[in-house]
């Protein structure tokens, strides 16, 4: 695995700012947590003279316990109220960072479907899903942890010093002398540590790709009898992943015993003076005892600073994954807002094409103008462009959108959600959810009634198979509809498509899984429905082209044959060639 070079100085403030603006939708929270937190640190230090005056009186002027109770009590008090606040602030900041999650969150998923799948596709699903889920959780200590203890480490030991100067100057400037070792160390090992950090936050995106993939197509694996081979791969670069987490560990650790080493040194020094300064009578023992509780609370936040700083070291190798897709090339996503002049006419495409970057490959000088009904079908070779005109038209190609105009405006300017709202589109593998078959289909219309459930699962030929099933439309299906068959769960998305009732519907291969019957049935449906709706098919088989009004031919990208089917056979072109040649492409 090539690693990532670690972010120059313009990366590192971009990730810095990325991080602050986030941490804004929760400022609130975030101050009242660190103002509670200080006070909680104003009560401790009250605490401590209460509690040094009452050891002071009870030693050196043999004070009874009902003398010193008036110290006492207020003191069980402040111990009492400080354990309410510390509680409160930890409340407090675990929902300012569960806050911030959220809008994190949905901003990545705002600007990942801005993006489109091919973002995704090229990226990694798995990688894409670990920033999304993990890269996310990885803020949660930075923001619960991290920035009220940077706020503490500033506050609380400055604090602490305005007290402690005009009690014991000496003792003070012991305090301001020692304080800076612990923040010089840990920019120190700081770099080492960032570094190790991006390298098990890479692994940890590969783990997660090379998963999603094994995971996917697990059957495949074991038809081949690879299984054993996959397996050796993933526990190696598992044993990669163990190998940079143990890095990050051994620095952790490293970096907090010399962290605790240093402050309890520093703790030692101030107590070793203390004693002497008693033992020779140049201080007295409460100034003394109080400068000696202080004293680890004075460390205290520091020391935790530093335990935290891991986590502010993962939020940053986790956050330069999400700047990465929130900065993503503006040009790759859709701009366009203009609301979509309705009732939908004529869509045109005019020298449409779009090439991957990758290969090269796509499709090239389109000119097609679709009305708005009728039965429109595309065939063509495996890899003749199909699926990615069909893409194109679905607005998931941005750079080709301006060449699409809908109503005479280019889809460039329109609202990609108003021209979705136009559409129902059937990929060959329809994707159901962890729902009720009733959610599954409701997904096109939320307050769609049973009736229309019935009726929209009729029209696909589900309905007979939905009632057989243990709880009829209320059965929960598995993930990626799992408890159906191929065929089942196409006739779903057909009958979730027809529930949309979309003006246009984009189907790919809409019989392939079907039995001859089921195949004519909605073969029937479909030509029902495209009498007032646009149907565009990317068809294989014979008998939904027969049916339709005009067939594209598509070859290497470009169409190079129109008409219906009868013409085009009689033409004897390439469309006649695959008819002979017996395949469902014509
Ligand atoms: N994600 C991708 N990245 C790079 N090249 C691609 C990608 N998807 C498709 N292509 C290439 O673009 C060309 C058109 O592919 P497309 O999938 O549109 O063909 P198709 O006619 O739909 O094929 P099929 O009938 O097999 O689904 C092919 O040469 C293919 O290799």
Redesign the pocket.
Known sequence: MTTKPRPNRAQQQTLRAFLKQYSQSASGLLKLSISLGTFNALLMIASCYLLANAVHQVMFEQANLQAVSPLLWPLAGLILVRALLVALSERVSNLAALKIKNVMRNTLLEKLSKLGP?YS?QKGHGATLNTLHNGVEALHQYYANYIPSVAYSALIPFVILVVIFPTDYKAGLIFLLTAPLIPFFMILVGHKAEQLNQERWQQLAVLGNYFFDRLQGLTQLKLFNATKRELNSISQISDDYRGATMGVLKVAFLSSFALEFLATISVALVAVIIGFRLFFGTLDFATGFVVLLLAPEFYLPLRQMGTHYHAKLEGISAAADMVEIINHSEADEHTGTSPLPLPLKDIKLTALSYH????N???TDINLTLPNTGLIAFV????????????CLLGFHHHANHAISINGQPLSDTALSDWHAQLAWIP?HATLFYRSVADNLRLAKPDACQDELIEAASKAGALEFINALPHGFDTLLGEQGEGLSGGQKQRIALARAFLKDAPVLLL?EPTAHLDSQTEQLINQAICEYAKNHLVLV?A?RLNTVKHADTLYV?QQ?SIVESGRYKQLVNDAGLFAKLVSRGEA?A
Do not use: C, N, R, W
Request: aromatic share 8%.
């Open positions: 091919a596709e991957y970057p990758e290969t490959e796509g499709v063509g070779e495996s890899g003749s462009g199909k699926s990615t005109l069909f893409d060959q790919d990317i294989h598509m990208g492409h």
